[in-house]
């Protein structure tokens, strides 16, 4: 049994409700830092497993199976509800039409959660918002992260999305690091595998520039490039390579990717954290870093300025000076690596996250007991949009 007071208070359940409990899950995907998180604040979910689309491959998700036609109809009793996160840009033409006229046939909610207005992955944006004008007005309810992206989500669609801010990426304990205090002040900036809005010669051309003029002004700092050595865009990796060539202020690391402890430790020794995306909507890597109390500098990109604004400087690709002054703002209020203050900072933020977390958990019951109970009173071939005033953590 689920406690009424856990439910969305923007939509209301009838009383005779065919609501079974535990509650089964289609999340698109099942395995990602943000599901893994959100769902361990669930019990009274069910979570399924991703298909696997290539048995060759066993961690890979995508295509989603689950957005399909058929898989639909053939594994209808086994979901309460879809909930739709990433993986859209993978699917075949045709494929996310024909698996929301089939969840309409089989009355079965969905639920889509607003990650990506623009789509990290991709150059074009064309496919992606042919994709969110199909799914948006469709979807049973709609959540996003930010308030910014929820208003701008009403502006193009009319659509009222929920906000639930992102839940903590890392588990805070212990063995969370807090870094090593060094004698330099040291900004980092993850180029990654340089996927497609990762501005890799511009960030780092604007980040050489800045330590330049931090220098100048008497901030002495040295900066931290990383990349993977296997990468979507070998030439602009070259030319990073290249462009620190002969800077002693400069160390490079070219990195496999690494495993998720291995990048908490190394973000943990950063005084400054740099985001060198043109173009997104929300950041995962902001997440990670205020779990960790690294301050962020980043681009206007986006609605990542809003995930935790106060940790947060914005500054413009291609103008080293206003990356300098985020840079010395980010220092002058951010705490230091292995310091006690930076302990503080982390255990505030983990306080925050745990009630964050629940918060957010008992947005998403809310969210799929309302979808279902709408789905229900309308019948099982009809269409119910879950449209109820915007809710914030």
């Known amino acids: 049994m689920v406690s009424r007071s856990r439910l969305w208070p923007g939509v209301r359940i009838t009383h005779n409700a065919r609501i079974r409990t535990p509650l089964r899950v289609a999340s698109v995907p099942g395995a990602h830092p943000y599901m893994e998180s959100l769902f361990r604040a669930l019990p009274e979910v069910i979570r399924l497993a991703d298909p696997i689309p290539d048995p060759s491959f066993p961690t890979r998700w995508w295509p989603p199976a689950m957005i399909d036609a058929e898989w639909v109809h053939r594994h209808r009793d086994d979901f309460d509800v879809m909930h739709v ?3 859209l840009e993978s699917l075949p033409a045709g494929r996310l039409l024909g698996a929301l006229d089939a969840l309409d046939a089989v009355g ?15 150059d074009v944006q064309t496919a992606h918002l042919r994709d969110l004008d199909e799914i948006i007005p469709r979807a049973d309810a709609i959540l996003t992260l930010t308030g910014t992206a929820a208003a701008e989500i009403t502006q193009r669609w009319g659509r009222t999305a929920l906000v639930a801010p992102h839940p903590a990426i890392t588990s805070v304990g212990a063995s969370t690091p807090r870094g090593r205090l060094s004698a330099e002040r040291i900004v980092g900036m993850h180029l990654r595998d340089v996927r497609p809005n990762i501005d890799a010669i511009g960030a780092a051309r604007s980040l050489l520039g800045a330590l330049d003029l931090l220098a100048a002004n008497g901030t002495p700092v040295r900066g931290r490039i990383t990349v993977h050595d296997r990468v979507r865009d070998a030439r602009a990796r070259d030319a990073v390579l290249a462009l620190v060539t002969d800077r002693a202020d400069v160390d490079v690391e070219v990195v496999s990717r690494p495993s998720d402890q291995a990048l908490e430790a190394e973000l943990a020794g950063l005084d400054v954290e740099i985001l060198p995306y043109r173009h997104g909507t929300h950041s995962g890597w902001v997440e990670l870093c205020y779990d960790l109390a690294v301050p962020v500098v980043g681009t206007s990109a986006g609605h990542m300025s809003d995930q935790h604004p106060d940790d947060f400087e914005s500054y413009s690709l291609g103008d080293s000076a206003s990356l300098a002054s985020a840079i010395d703002r980010s220092l002058a209020s951010g705490t230091r690596p292995g310091t006690a203050e930076r302990g503080r900072a982390i255990v ?4 925050h996250r745990r009630r964050q977390r629940q918060h957010v958990a008992d947005v998403h019951l809310g969210v799929y007991l309302s979808a279902i109970a709408a789905r229900q009173s309308v019948g099982d071939t009809g269409f119910a949009a879950l449209d109820g005033d915007q809710q914030t953590a």
């Open 108 to 122: 079965r909610p969905l639920v889509f959660t607003v990650h990506d207005l623009e789509n990290p992955n991709l």
């Open 85 to 87: 996160h990433f993986g």
């Open 348 to 351: 505030a933020h983990a306080a």
